[in-house]
């Protein structure tokens, strides 16, 4: 046996030729074995040697096997014999064996067996086991490792004689090759670049091929230095596309280096996510044939994660959410049948139809409340057929059948959209249609099917297909890092070189401890030598190209923080080394500096490059999509008020219909944020926060609640129902019934009833005493707008004339009207929350500066109720929480002048078309947490000098001293 090493693989490539030269110099037709790394690096090696001399002579191809370790053993396994009649056994099977195992006696798993995760992480342990000789009774074996132990060797036995696993091909092998039979057809055998054994049979396979005459082994390993190129961009994005114009000018040329071919250029990468995306992505814009890894494998396409989430819902209590996600995806269709779109679904969810929404039973429906129940009643069979099919499936008494039921149940659920449908997603359909046919195997080795084993076959199935792009030897080379190693290309470009990365973060497995290992002499990898395979990789990956390009990301745009150059560069250079810093591409569109790695390989970056090279700068700008990203950024940082940060003044009166009766509430919400107002209030578009998340009641669920228990003993008091604590006890169990939601933690939920039930019963003490005052009840829940909405309101518009004479009209609901003996008229909204955000309401300023408009709008429709046009209405809120105070006025001709004053101030902002987004405080979703609240902050404070948003004091002084 001879070893030898080299600086590159290039030379290491030159004495593989002059070894099969050798080995065929008394015949050409003598056999050579070459043990490869990968399948890229079987191909170069054949292409190499069918072009390359060796010692004065090509080498040639005929009778040279260039395979990968464990497709040599597979072939020497079949060719002994042992294996006749045997398959290899496949993860899915072992796992279902293990799951038998599991079911049969799940020892130390007993609360856990049946979970799929279980079965996946005990299959996962029992692959590393393979092969070894552990003794269960040891006591140097902790319990649970002599339990998995076990449930390997009861799963292995259910398997072997159908199945072969890779220790039983490899142990074939060795045995084959330690007779001496397997000599004349291996010839001379050449181990090239290869990687430390991962298994112990592997290592033994190795070592039997080492006493084959003429074994040779050939590496090769860079070396990292201060003279290494090193290139730091801002994000790993930015780190793609600067690789990318670097290949551009590559396959290009420059006057300095000749044209370098695609195929003669590698970009490898560090980590699957998020590099296998991001180089594909750009390689496709840039028009740049590669080879590689797809960026879209099976389980990144919505129909396989779709079906995998609904195979997983509990059919007699689906969980609507997950249905909602799978709709939105665009994956799912109902073959034959109509189902509304994924945003009416989600509507439907949130805010559910009520078949009593007309408010006269025997009116005309609207055409509205039509397409609601209509889009309703085929959600409801949507699901309802989703539940029967699921739970049939569930029920399957075998893997054929349930296989024939998944199979019918994509067809019905995730048919083709049209006859033009993508074609990748109908070999996505095909794929999982093949998976779903080879679920039959698990009968007689994995248990019946039961709720979630179907999906979780499935899911392990997809997440372990693998897609590629291209053909090796056409286009640039794409993979990860250890597919770079034992190929013959000219340039070499690594992505990725961070901390955490380069190493990856390298894990222990609990199931098999390292110290379980090396106590019982495995011959397993531990995390150190598992790292040490890192780090060769690395080495040998820099010997692969005669030019080695390294590329690091400074920052983590997904998650935030920076990162830290690799160890293994830090490490291997200088003292004062500094590697070379590239500028961010968000830099070179606001500096009109461009990039500087290379060529720019698409149309878009062309128009960048020319459109900031242009006489004037951004302003000559002429593509528009750059100009109106140019515009954006420009406003945002410099504070400028323009159409992208809020000011629509080139709209002026289009915005709101001043002859259409207005909310008080619409008014607080400009006056709040007027960007959430345009949102809400004229692009229509609300903030969906699916309560059915939370672990227990928010702040407005339990204003809602809290709101509709008063409502209801009100109107029960007002129908000759006793008033008392019985009553009010009986309001809150009902509304406490019917708002519950079972996510909900029970206790605290039971915390928050209680809590509920003392805010309740001190509104209750309140009113008793009040009515010893004369205070009675007149009406709750009284509502004042068009009597033609479908809202229901009892009584028309409240009028209010502005400054200018122009007459505006407003809508709305007041929790309750009292009225006293003595004929005063008051109005009472409650509020749940504190007292924060309405501490500046007082008679002297009743709108709080012009932001808060419901207490005169609602004390204005009171004042029909009162006895005397001299009694002003006194309005109130009622904070009913644990303070139980109240805050209010009488609404009297000062009031309604003041807002008269604000109303037409706020108005004429929402005419003039002013929006800036003003940051919102609050504890529940708002617009300012969606949009992202630091940069609407940073934005806000360069915008409120302007001098169009101060013509509105609200909106500026809101946030004076934050």
Not at 308 to 322: C, G, H, I, N, S
Not at 651 to 666: E, K, N, Q, V
Request: proline share 6%; hydrophobic share 40%; net charge negative.
């Amino acid at each position: 046996m001879s070893t030898q090493s080299f600086h590159s693989t290039g030379s290491a490539l030159d004495a593989l030729a002059g070894l099969v030269t050798s080995a065929k110099k008394d015949n050409p037709f003598a056999r050579v074995t070459v043990i490869v790394p990968s399948h890229a690096s079987a191909l170069d090696v054949a292409r190499y040697l069918a072009r390359s001399p060796g010692s004065g002579s090509f080498a040639g191809t005929v009778a040279v096997d260039a395979v990968t370790v464990a497709e040599l053993a597979n072939r020497l396994f079949e060719t002994s014999g042992t294996g006749l009649g045997r398959q290899e056994l496949p993860l899915p099977i072992r796992q279902g064996a293990v799951s038998t195992a599991l079911r049969d006696n799940p020892g130390l798993f007993r609360h856990v067996w049946g979970q799929p995760a279980t079965a996946a992480a005990v299959a996962a342990t029992s692959e590393l086991m393979d092969g070894l000789d552990l003794d269960a009774g040891s006591p140097d074996l902790p319990t649970l490792v002599a339990e998995v132990w076990k449930l390997h060797n009861t799963a292995a036995g259910a398997t072997s004689a159908q199945y072969y696993r890779q220790v039983d091909a490899f142990d074939g092998a060795t045995a084959f090759v330690s007779s001496g039979r397997a000599t004349p057809r291996l010839g001379q055998v050449v181990a090239f670049m290869l990687p430390l054994p991962r298994t112990a049979h592997e290592g033994r396979f190795l070592a039997a091929l080492t006493e084959v005459p003429g074994y040779a082994a050939l590496r090769a390993e860079g070396a990292m230095d201060s003279s290494a190129t090193v290139l730091t961009a801002s994000d790993s994005d930015d780190e793609t596309r600067a690789a990318v114009r670097k290949v551009a000018e590559l396959v290009a040329g420059t006057p300095e280096r000749p044209a370098v071919p695609a195929h003669r250029i590698g970009i490898f990468y560090t980590a699957s996510d998020p590099y296998r995306t991001l180089v594909t992505r750009r390689l496709d814009e840039a028009g740049i044939t590669f080879s590689g890894p797809d960026s879209t494998q099976l389980a990144d396409m919505p129909i396989a994660r779709g079906l995998a989430a609904l195979l997983q819902l509990t059919p007699e209590d689906l969980d609507v959410r997950a249905v909602l996600n799978v709709l939105a995806e665009g994956a799912l269709h109902w073959s034959g049948q109509q189902l509304p779109s994924s945003t009416v679904c989600e509507r439907l969810h949130l805010s559910p139809f009520e078949e009593d929404e007309a408010p006269d039973p025997e009116a005309e429906e609207s055409e509205h409340a039509t397409r609601r129940r209509e889009h309703a009643h085929q959600f409801a069979a949507f699901q309802s057929e989703l539940g029967t099919r699921l739970t049939v499936i569930h029920g399957s008494t075998s893997w054929t059948a349930a296989a024939s039921l998944l199979h019918d149940f994509v067809l019905e659920f995730f048919a083709p959209r049209s006859d033009n449908e993508i074609p990748a997603v109908t070999i996505s359909r095909d794929s999982i249609l093949e998976i779903i046919a080879s679920f039959t195997a698990f009968d007689g080795v994995a248990p019946p099917p039961s709720q979630g084993s179907p999906g979780a076959a499935l899911e392990g199935a997809v997440s372990s297909s693998r897609s590629r792009r291209g053909k090796i030897g056409t286009g640039v080379n794409v993979g990860p890092l250890h597919e770079g190693v034992g190929r013959d290309l000219d340039v070499v470009l690594v992505l990725g070189m961070v901390e955490g990365l380069a190493p990856s973060k390298v894990l222990e497995d609990p199931l098999l401890p390292d110290a379980i290992k090396s106590v019982c002499g495995t011959g397993l990898p531990g995390i150190d030598q598992r790292r040490e395979e890192q780090s060769a990789q690395f080495r040998a990956l820099l010997g692969t190209a005669p030019r080695t390009i390294l590329f690091a990301p400074r920052g983590n745009l997904r998650g935030g923080g920076s990162y830290e150059l690799s160890r293994w560069i830090t490490s291997a250079v200088s003292k004062g080394w500094r590697p070379r810093v590239l500028p961010s591409f968000d830099h070179g569109i606001r500096t009109g500096a461009g990039a500087d790695t290379g060529l720019a390989p698409t149309a878009q970056e062309w128009g960048v490059r020319n459109a900031l090279a242009a006489t004037g700068g951004v302003s000559a700008v002429a593509d528009s999509e750059l100009a109106r990203a140019v515009e954006i950024r420009r406003h945002r940082r410099e504070g400028l008020f323009g159409r992208f940060t809020g000011n629509l003044s080139a709209y002026p009166g289009t915005l709101i219909d001043l002859s259409r009766a207005i909310s008080p509430s619409s008014l607080e919400d400009w006056a709040a944020n007027p960007f959430g107002y345009f949102l809400k209030r004229v692009l229509q578009v609300g903030l969906f926060e699916d309560l059915n998340l939370e672990l227990q009641i928010g702040p407005a669920q339990r204003g809602e609640m809290v709101h509709g228990a008063l409502e209801d003993y009100v109107q029960a008091v007002l129908q000759g129902s006793p008033a008392g604590e019985e009553l009010l006890q009986h309001k809150m169990g009902q509304a406490f019934s019917f708002g519950a939601n079972p996510a909900w933690l029970p206790h605290l939920w039971n915390r928050d009833k209680a809590a509920m039930q003392q805010t309740l019963s001190g509104v209750l003490a309140v009113d008793q005493d009040d009515a010893a005052g004369g205070w009675t009840y007149l009406a709750p829940e009284a509502g004042f707008g068009p009597l033609d909405s479908r809202a229901g309101y009892g009584h028309p518009p409240v009028p209010l004339t502005l400054p200018d004479g122009t007459e505006v009209t407003f809508q709305g609901k007041v929790d309750r009207i009292d009225k006293n003996t003595d004929g005063r008229v008051r109005i009472i909204d409650y509020k749940t929350g504190g007292k924060g955000r309405y501490g500046k309401i007082t008679q002297e300023t009743p709108t709080a500066g012009g932001r808060k408009f419901q207490l005169p709008a609602y004390g204005l429709f009171a004042e029909q109720f009162r006895d005397s046009p001299d009694t002003p209405v006194q309005a109130l809120y009622w904070f009913i929480g644990q303070e139980q105070s109240f805050t209010g006025y009488d609404v009297n001709d000062d009031v309604k002048e003041q807002f008269r004053r604000d109303a037409a101030l706020v108005l004429e902002g929402i005419g003039a078309g002013v929006f800036p987004h003003i940051p919102e405080e609050a504890p529940f979703l708002t617009y300012t947490a969606v949009s992202g609240k630091p940069s609407v902050e940073r934005t806000w404070e360069r915008l409120r000098t302007d001098e169009t948003i101060r013509e509105f004091p609200m909106l500026v002084e809101a946030t004076d001293g934050k």
